[in-house]
């Protein structure tokens, strides 16, 4: 075999990959954007084919992919679903050189996407406003809106409540983790908006990461977003990062105050984008509330059969009726009084990922949901 030939053959392409990032439409210095991997690209393009079935013609959208993984093959499929639009634009971009001295001293593990996320202010530094989204999500609305925002001169990023987050803080997260002055106020990090204006008038990006050198994050950016701009965030609607039902952070929302409870009550029954934060995500488990949503865009994506396979995989073994008995019963047990709950929380997870998780992935999810 000759070595040199399969190494050519096989070399990672990046000829898809943009240079350099500025605004791609006249007086529009806004962006949207995304972190993915290899793996994920898949159920990215589910959220951005959703995302392009709400668009305006009077908006544009500039789409950004910050990736070191996706290849010309995948690109070239992501970029398929914009092509019949002159107000879109969909462009993939590398931004380890800037977050790789970082990610070298760090003293802690963290994901390259992580890091991504934080120093969006200084990758995007031509843009004033980023829409910064998640890959588990499914859009009901013109997310053109987000960032027509009015945040004021003191206000950093912009951001939903995290209920999942806040209920835990009457289970299992201390109130002083991150020793934020309101905690009930910590926000989800999967939709939110960067004014990058304002961040980079008081901050550095030195600053901003060495946060990663002081403190293991049990959330990682999204703890960091919270202690670096509390007090200093813009709250937006719940409709538009809604946690839907039939997931294991239903049982970290029930333990939330009377008054939030009332507002993800109404948040569900109406989402602008739906958010399969927690596990099972509706990739692998089709059931989940207004994962049937997300199966609509799935079967429009050029990786339908992919996402099949893949959820074959993850399900394998599984017996859907006895699945359902065993979520009802999980779900009855979660009502029970805040002093059994630390209990029942801990015996729940190794409940919940050893009959809701059959594969590799689908046990680290597990994991990750329940933590």
Same mark, same amino acid.
């Given at each position: 075999?000759?070595?040199?030939?399969?190494?050519?053959?096989?070399?990672?392409?990046?000829?898809?990959?943009?240079?350099?990032?500025?605004?791609?439409?006249?007086?529009?210095?806004?962006? @949207?954007?995304?972190?993915?991997?290899?793996?994920?690209?898949?159920?990215?393009?589910?959220?951005?084919?959703?995302?392009?079935?709400?668009?305006?013609?009077?908006?544009?959208?500039?789409?950004?992919?910050?990736?070191?993984?996706?290849?010309?093959?995948?690109?070239?499929?992501?970029?398929?679903? @914009?092509?019949?639009?002159?107000?879109?634009?969909?462009?993939?971009?590398?931004?380890?050189?800037?977050?790789?001295?970082? @990610?070298?001293?760090?003293?802690?593990?963290?994901?390259?996407?992580?890091?991504?996320?934080?120093?969006?202010?200084?990758?995007?530094?031509?843009?004033?406003?980023?829409?910064?989204?998640?890959?588990?999500?499914?859009?009901?609305?013109?997310?053109?809106?987000?960032?027509?925002?009015?945040?004021?001169?003191?206000?950093?990023?912009?951001?939903?409540?995290?209920?999942?987050?806040?209920?835990?803080?009457?289970?299992?997260?201390?109130?002083?983790?991150?020793?934020?002055?309101?905690?009930?106020?910590?926000?989800?990090?999967?939709?939110?908006?960067?004014?990058?204006?304002?961040?980079?008038?008081?901050?550095?990006?030195?600053?901003?990461?060495?946060?990663?050198?002081?403190?293991?994050?049990?959330?990682?950016?999204?703890?960091?977003?919270?202690?670096?701009?509390?007090?200093?965030?813009?709250?937006?609607?719940?409709?538009?990062?809604?946690?839907?039902?039939?997931?294991?952070?239903?049982?970290?929302?029930?333990?939330?105050?009377?008054?939030?409870?009332?507002?993800?009550?109404?948040?569900?029954?109406?989402?602008? @984008?739906?958010?399969?934060?927690?596990?099972?995500?509706?990739?692998?488990?089709?059931?989940?509330?207004?994962?049937?949503?997300?199966?609509?865009?799935?079967?429009?994506?050029?990786?339908?059969?992919?996402?099949?396979?893949?959820?074959?995989?993850?399900?394998?073994?599984?017996?859907?009726?006895?699945?359902?008995?065993?979520?009802?019963?999980?779900?009855?047990?979660?009502?029970?009084?805040?002093?059994?709950?630390?209990?029942?929380?801990?015996?729940?997870?190794?409940?919940?990922?050893?009959?809701?998780?059959?594969?590799?992935?689908?046990?680290?999810?597990?994991?990750?949901?329940?933590?």
């Amino acid at each position: 075999m000759n070595e040199d030939k399969l190494r050519e053959l096989t070399a990672f392409d990046k000829s898809a990959y943009t240079e350099e990032l500025e605004p791609v439409f006249p007086n529009c210095n806004n962006a @949207i954007v995304f972190e993915s991997s290899g793996l994920y690209a898949p159920y990215l393009d589910v959220a951005i084919r959703s995302l392009i079935s709400n668009i305006s013609d009077n908006n544009y959208y500039d789409i950004i992919i910050l990736t070191s993984e996706i290849d010309i093959y995948d690109c070239n499929l992501l970029r398929s679903e @914009i092509e019949n639009y002159n107000n879109v634009s969909l462009r993939f971009y590398d931004p380890s050189k800037l977050v790789e001295p970082y @990610i070298n001293t760090s003293r802690y593990r963290y994901l390259n996407l992580n890091y991504y996320r934080l120093a969006l202010p200084w990758i995007l530094q031509k843009y004033e406003k980023i829409l910064n989204l998640g890959m588990d999500i499914v859009i009901k609305k013109d997310v053109s809106e987000l960032l027509k925002i009015q945040m004021s001169d003191t206000e950093y990023i912009a951001g939903v409540k995290d209920l999942g987050y806040i209920g835990r803080l009457s289970m299992d997260i201390p109130k002083e983790e991150l020793n934020l002055k309101n905690p009930e106020g910590y926000i989800n990090a999967d939709v939110i908006v960067l004014n990058n204006k304002n961040i980079r008038r008081d901050f550095s990006l030195d600053s901003v990461l060495e946060l990663w050198q002081k403190y293991k994050f049990r959330c990682a950016e999204q703890d960091a977003f919270n202690v670096l701009f509390e007090n200093h965030i813009h709250y937006l609607d719940m409709k538009w990062n809604v946690f839907p039902r039939k997931m294991n952070s239903i049982i970290h929302i029930a333990h939330n105050s009377d008054e939030n409870i009332q507002i993800y009550k109404a948040s569900v029954k109406d989402p602008y @984008i739906v958010h399969f934060a927690a596990f099972p995500k509706s990739w692998d488990y089709p059931t989940v509330e207004y994962a049937e949503l997300w199966w609509y865009y799935a079967r429009k994506s050029p990786y339908y059969e992919e996402l099949i396979r893949r959820m074959i995989l993850a399900n394998k073994g599984l017996i859907y009726s006895k699945l359902s008995f065993k979520q009802k019963v999980y779900n009855k047990l979660a009502m029970f009084s805040r002093k059994h709950t630390n209990i029942f929380i801990k015996v729940g997870k190794k409940v919940f990922i050893k009959y809701f998780t059959n594969s590799e992935s689908n046990h680290k999810w597990g994991k990750l949901g329940g933590k």
